[in-house]
């Protein structure tokens, strides 16, 4: 940061923007929430993929925004023991190797149609965390500590979903994707009993489609109830996980045990809006607003968010000229 401020920029820390100031259809400022107006020509919209009360902003004005696709599923949480001899064999984990990873992937044909199926943002020694944004919604993601000293792994296990999926379940427009996480979040909650309590399965009786023992050892806080996890997400979505599971098993044998919880629901993979923006990186109609990274809709993670502000970072230079 001081580095930063000695280049020049300046950090406005404990700061909500709330609207954009346009003049003629270009940018002139933001407004914050205190009453303050930021003034300038251009704005790097650089959101995260739960910025909904700003996708809610463009769609209530009529700026180009859209539904785009993402993947929704939930957390697998294994002992970090046992994925370290599927992945390295023997017994035990040598003290010189780093907790086992993974990465999977499948593209089972549901009702006629391919879709993917893939683990997410897997953390080894890792820990569930409850990451909603809204009351009585609740959604999941993990993390990892620096030692990543857990004795416990997680990753997302999710399918993709579509404007398609949105659509069956009677949502349209910019903001069906968000309506829809919206939907299956409150089931959570509720599932869970509330109070942010997280329903959870053993995997190998969710696969199995049977009740299955009380959840194990769990990372997540506040805790977990014992829950069917059929009851969350469309027959299709439900149908697209088990059928990636098997094929998980195939791929490291021992994956799918009653060692392990599926915790629900990870939601947030992606942004579930894209800002629309023109070939010149701009919004339409918004001149000097540049859409940016994944919570725009324009990267799948950390690394391709920060490829795509490269880009936006370049064309802004090229629309000003030469220095």
Not at 236 to 265: C, I, K, P, Y
Not at 301 to 310: C, K, N, Q, R
Request: aromatic share 8%; with cysteine; net charge neutral.
């Amino acid at each position: 940061v001081a580095e930063l401020e000695r280049g020049g920029c300046t950090f406005l820390w404990q700061a909500r923007a709330e609207d954009v100031v346009l003049a003629g259809g270009r940018f002139r400022g933001l407004r914050l929430a205190d009453g303050r107006t930021i003034e300038s020509d251009r704005l790097v919209l650089a959101p995260g993929n739960s910025a909904r009360d700003l996708f809610e902003l463009f769609a209530r004005r009529g700026w180009p925004i859209e539904a785009k696709p993402f993947a929704a599923g939930f957390r697998a949480e294994h002992p970090q023991s046992l994925i370290d001899r599927i992945q390295y064999g023997g017994t035990r984990r040598h003290p010189k190797l780093p907790p086992a990873d993974y990465k999977l992937a499948d593209n089972p044909r549901v009702a006629g149609e391919p879709r993917g199926v893939f683990s997410f943002c897997m953390c080894p020694g890792g820990v569930v965390v409850p990451t909603p944004t809204e009351p009585e919604m609740l959604c999941t993601n993990g993390m990892s500590n620096s030692h990543r000293s857990s004795p416990l792994a997680n990753a997302g296990l999710v399918a993709a979903v579509s404007p398609a999926d949105f659509a069956a379940e009677g949502f349209e427009g910019p903001l069906a994707g968000l309506e829809w996480q919206r939907k299956w979040e409150r089931a959570a909650y509720r599932l869970g009993g509330g109070d942010y309590h997280a329903p959870a399965q053993r995997l190998a009786a969710y696969l199995a489609r049977r009740p299955g023992a009380a959840p194990g050892t769990t990372s997540y806080r506040p805790g977990v109830t014992p829950a069917d996890l059929s009851e969350l997400y469309p027959p299709r979505v439900q149908e697209a996980l088990r059928s990636g599971l098997r094929t998980f098993e195939r791929r490291m044998h021992g994956f799918v045990t009653d060692e392990a919880l599926l915790v629900g629901v990870e939601t947030r993979t992606s942004s579930p809006c894209r800002l629309v923006r023109g070939d010149d990186l701009q919004s339409p109609g918004l001149g000097g607003v540049y859409p940016a990274g994944e919570g725009a809709g324009y990267a799948g993670g950390i690394v391709s968010s920060a490829v795509d502000g490269l880009r936006v970072a370049e064309a802004i230079c090229a629309e000003l000229g030469p220095a």
